[in-house]
Structure formats: C-alpha cells, structure tokens
C-alpha cells in the first residue's frame, strides 16, 4: 500500500490558482485532513478548495427582529441545517436543505424577515433551547461532516480512526452551537426559560405549553410538580383511566375535563382531544393533586410526595423519558412514591429503587398490585447493603420462567400458571425461598439427567469458543485476584461446587454463544463469577462492527449467590478487567458460534428439552404445597 507524501504549498496554489485566496496555514491544515482520509492525488486540490470554503463559514448565527414589545424580541437563528424561530410568544424549527440556498452567514435584519417569508409553512421541526443535549452534539457532528463537502460519502468517517478529526471539530461547533443559542435564548421570555431550566427540562414543548393559556397557573403547576408536569406535557397521547370491566374510559368528575375525555368510534380508532389535557386542568384553575391522582390512578399522597421530591433527586423529565420510553414513565416515580415508609428520600434512594426494578422480571411487575406486601420484611432503608441480593434474588426468578417456556406439555401450562399465581400474591421472603430452592434442585435434576444418559460427561471437555485470545497464563490484576475464563462444562461444573451458585447450568447458554463466564479467583481458589453477554446493539450486526462496546456484564455473583459488595477485592479486580476490555487492551474474540446444532448432547438426546420439562414437574410439585 502506498503512502501519500505531503505537497508543497507552493505546488498545490501553482495546481490550484483558486487556493490563492487561502493561507499557508490553512492549507497546510486541509492537506492534513485529506491525507488522514487517504483522498486521492487527483483530488486532493479539489478537497482543500471544498474544506476550506465550507469552514469560512460556521453556519451558525442570530438575528434579533424589531419589536413592539420591551420584553420580548423576535428572533431568527440559524443552527447548522436548521432554522429556529422566536415569534415573540412561542418557539419553533425548521429543516433546511442546500436548495433552500439559506445564508451560511449572519444577514441583516431584512434579510431574516424575507427568510421567515420563505419559510412560513415549514415550522415544524424540533427547537433547540441547550448545547447540552443529543440533538446538539449530532448537528456538529453534522457540520463536520458536511465541511468534508462530497467526500464524506466514502463510508470511513465514522471509524474510530477518524476521531482526530472529528473530535475537535465537533467540539468546535458545539461551542459556536452554543454561543449562537446563547444569543437566542436571551430574546425568549426569561421567566418562562428560568422555569423550565429550573425543572431542568429545556424543552421547547415545555416552553411552549408554559406560553399559552393562563401564564399564571401554568407556572404554579410547573412549580408544584416539577418533574409530573413535564412528563405529562411532553408525552404523546394524554393518560385517561379505563374500567377494564366496562371496556370503556372512565367519565370524569370535573365537568371541565369531561368534554376531553376519549372514546372509541364505529371504526374502532381513538378519539382524542388535540388541546393538552394539562392545560386545560392548569387554566380551569382545578385542584392540581386531585386530578393527577385521578388521571394517573395513583394515590393522592404519593402525587404530593413526588411535588415536594427535588429534581436533582429523583431525576428530570428528559431524564425518565431517555431511559423508560415515551410510555408512561411516571408508573415507577409514582411506585416509588407510594411505598409509605420505604418512599426514597434522596438520589442514592431512587437510583437503588430503580437498579431494584430493572432487575425483576416483567412478569412479576405485571403480576403485582401490592408492592408493600411484596417488599415487606425488606429493609426500610435504601442505602441497605441488602438490597442489591434482593434484587439478584428478584432477577433469578427469570430462571424459572425461562426454563417454563423451553418445556412444552401439560407440565409446562401448569407450571407457568402456578407461577404466576404464585408471585402475584407473593412477598420477596417467599419468592426468594423458591428460587434458593430452585437452585439446590438444578444440582439433582442435573445429576439425575447424568445418570440416565452418561454419555454427556465425554464431552463435558468439550470448549466452546472464548472471549479471551490469551488465556495460557491468568489475567493477574493490581490487588493479586486472577481473572480466569471458564471454557467448558468441566470448568463450570468445578465452579458450582466451589461457589454453591448454578453456573453449571450455563453450559448450553455458551454453546449456543448467548454469553461468555469469567472466574475470580485468588491463589486457584474461587471467589466469583460473571457473566458476559452482548447487548442488543450487536443484534443483527457483522462480525466485522462488533468491538467492545457491545459487550455487558450482566451478574458478578460470589458465594452462595451472593453479589460482592462494591469496592470490595472481587469487585475492583473485576472491575480492572472490565476497563481492560472496554479499552481494548486485551484481544478478544467477538465470534460466538452456535455449537449446539452440531453436539449430541442437545440434539440425539434432547437433553435441554428434558431439563426444562424437569424444572416445570419440580415447580408444580413445589408449588402445590403452598
């Protein structure tokens, strides 16, 4: 492979008259990034000349617009390939596009106003209020990518190894992103942008809300309920209680809201109010608490709980919506707030109750009415060590439910009915009993299944494809604990019994390359296990694009089940191997076959179609005794 060399930059204005008009530097800078992106000799006066004319300009401005009012102003700004607009009540964007032949450069005041003209059909996109934010960050990596003009369609700009270009140039129209959006942001009305920014929401939707209707009361509603108010406001479809037994919504007790209460037509299709269901109840001057309550169907105490929660605590609006969905994702602040003497009093609370939640299955959320009753005899207290066993007791319940749906028969419907039964009345004492009794089970099932098919044991050698390329010598980490790789049934087999937890049973989970398991030992002796899987982003994706970004650590479990407490030995050495692989520093294999198609063990005997059948017969036989 040849290696382009750097041109004088004598030579390349002799080729190119036109870079006359450009610096020694700047075109010293030009050719840099073109050699960086192995641009062709033929084309390299072109890409400069494309380069530099695009980064004359930033493409970043704002124009202030007369106005007859002393508080408010007007504005037009352009941030990249958007226009956004100030009309003096409320926010609003467009898209723009290269034919649309908008100035890259700050215009004059007549000027802006015959582009708002041009554009008066089109305010429909999303309005930027804060640099700090997704959506900033992927309209500068846009400009970047726009300033490499029709070279960026070459497919390498978003290697890693282009980061020394994009990084500060990213960087770079952040910073003029900001600025511009400063200059936009002090034309808006001040009391309106304090408030959002005070609920830490900066969402032009939010802004917008707040402008119309009775000002007044839409700024007390925001002030009360800081964090409902906004996730109401910003989701799609307004909440609305429905009698499941009359299979129709709810009428409601406010004569003010009834005309704005949905229904289905003839054709089946849901017919809802257009105008913000919040708004109406702000403006009517309705009892605030008591309408929330209602409409959610959560209790009114915990509405008012969650008023007085700071947001800093419990988390914004933007915040719940980027991790639960646009779905509902007030259901687990409402949860928690509805939890009487275990409600979370700080961050440290609400981030333990949310880890807490996301580690029990869907099922049991599904199946609990009750979640006092669930969590009683649990500690009060969320910065109770205990609560991250109980949330690993909660997440093992998934091993009976999986199990359940691999087996097929009778035994299979009665067992997962039983189970749901079960844990829809059960508490976490209770649940946690069966699992523990599930995992001392899987040893005889296991042994039973040896027993009358022993040809299982020969290939019990057998290794399915590792994570780790150099495993002859353990991974040693700064404390001294060695970081092992568990690579067949042996090994998983030597590590339940050393550690009393139901490793064993992953055997099939590797071979069919859903995970990879890590030991933690020191000086041979175990003293933890992990588990490895890919998250969902590499579903679907070549071998070619999977890195280390991919991969997660789903458990880390010592003895008995149990979690090692953060900062311990286990957990830091663990966690030393973990930034070794996410940094790249150790060679890892991404290739993860499916080996079970071509071993007797799972396919001659069907041994996993009698594992599962096992479990559901011994969850039958368990659970009848309850």
């Known amino acids: 492979m040849s290696v382009q060399k750097r041109q004088s930059v004598v030579g390349l204005r002799i080729l190119a008259p ?34 530099l004319s695009s980064t004359v300009h930033t493409r970043c401005w704002c124009v202030a617009l007369p106005s007859t009012d002393d508080q408010t102003r007007p504005v037009l700004a352009r941030i990249g390939d958007h ?22 450069r700050k215009p004059t005041v007549m000027v802006a106003q ?34 490499l ?92 209680p429905w009698d499941g037994q009359q299979q129709v919504y709810m009428n409601c007790p406010w004569d003010e809201l009834q005309a704005w209460r949905p229904y289905w037509s003839e054709d089946r299709y849901l017919i809802s109010a257009e105008e913000c269901l919040l708004g109406r109840i702000a403006d009517a001057g309705l009892p605030l608490s008591d309408t929330l309550a209602w409409l959610l169907q959560a209790p009114r105490t915990a509405v008012r709980y969650l008023g007085q929660q700071r947001v800093f605590d419990t988390g914004s609006a933007l915040t719940r919506i980027s991790r639960e969905g646009p779905q509902g994702p007030w259901h687990r602040l409402l949860l928690g ?102 995992h001392l089970a899987l040893i005889d099932i296991r042994e039973a299944l040896d027993a009358v098919d022993p040809q299982t044991k020969t290939d019990s050698l057998t290794p399915w ?60 002796k175990s003293l933890a296990s992990a588990e490895i899987q890919m998250d969902e982003s590499a579903w679907g994706e070549t071998l070619a694009k999977l890195t280390p970004k991919h991969l997660v650590t789903i458990q880390l479990r010592g003895l008995r089940n149990r979690t090692p407490k953060s900062g311990s030995r286990v957990d830091r050495a663990y966690q030393w191997f973990w930034a070794k692989i996410k940094s790249g520093e150790l060679a890892i294999n991404m290739e993860w076959p499916d080996q079970t198609l071509s071993m007797s063990r799972y396919t001659n005997r069907n041994r996993k179609k009698l594992h599962a059948q096992a479990c559901a017969e011994w969850i039958n036989q368990r659970l009848s005794r309850t």
């Open 18 to 51: 036109k870079l006359e008009k450009f610096s020694d530097r700047q075109i010293e800078v030009a050719q840099t990034w073109a050699l960086q992106f192995n641009v062709p000799p033929s084309q390299l006066t072109s890409f400069i000349d494309t380069y």
């Open 83 to 104: 226009l956004q607009y100030f009309d003096g009540h409320q926010v609003k964007a467009c898209k723009i596009f290269s034919k649309d032949r908008v100035h890259k």
């Open 114 to 147: 015959q582009l708002l003209l041009r554009f008066e059909k089109r305010w429909y996109a999303d309005v930027l209020l804060t640099s700090f934010c997704k959506s900033a960050g992927e309209r500068a990596k846009a400009l970047s990518i726009e300033d």
């Open 149 to 240: 003009g029709s070279f960026n369609r070459r497919g390498f700009d978003w290697t890693a190894s282009n980061n020394r270009y994009f990084n500060p140039r990213t960087r770079f129209y952040l910073k003029q992103i900001g600025s511009t959006l400063k200059q936009f942001c002090q034309c808006l009305d001040q009391e309106l942008l304090f408030a959002i920014r005070s609920a830490q929401c900066p969402s032009p939707k939010l802004y917008n809300w707040l402008a119309q209707g009775d000002r007044k009361r839409r700024l007390q509603a925001l002030k009360a309920q800081p964090v409902l108010i906004p996730l109401l406001v910003l989701v799609d479809q307004w909440p609305w």
């Open 337 to 438: 707030a509805s939890l009487g003497n275990r409600r979370p009093l700080k961050k440290a609370h609400w981030i333990t109750l949310f880890a807490l939640l996301d580690k029990i299955p869907y099922q049991l959320l599904d199946q609990t009415q009750d979640w006092n009753r669930l969590l009683s005899g649990c500690p009060t207290d969320w910065s109770d060590d205990n609560w991250s066993k109980i949330a690993d007791d909660f997440r093992d319940l998934n091993e009976l439910f999986n199990n359940v749906d691999e087996s097929d028969g009778p035994a299979s419907g009665e067992a997962l009915q039983k189970l749901k039964s079960f844990i829809a009345t059960a508490s976490y004492h209770q649940i946690a009993s069966l699992v523990n009794g599930f």
């Open 465 to 524: 494809k590792p994570l780790l390329y150099s495993t002859s010598t353990p991974l040693v980490s700064p404390n001294g604990l060695q970081i092992i790789e568990l690579k067949c049934p042996a090994d998983l087999d030597a590590e339940h019994r050393a550690l009393g937890h139901c490793i064993d049973g992953y055997d099939y989970s590797a071979y069919r390359g859903i995970c990879r398991l890590i030991s933690v030992r020191e000086n041979g």
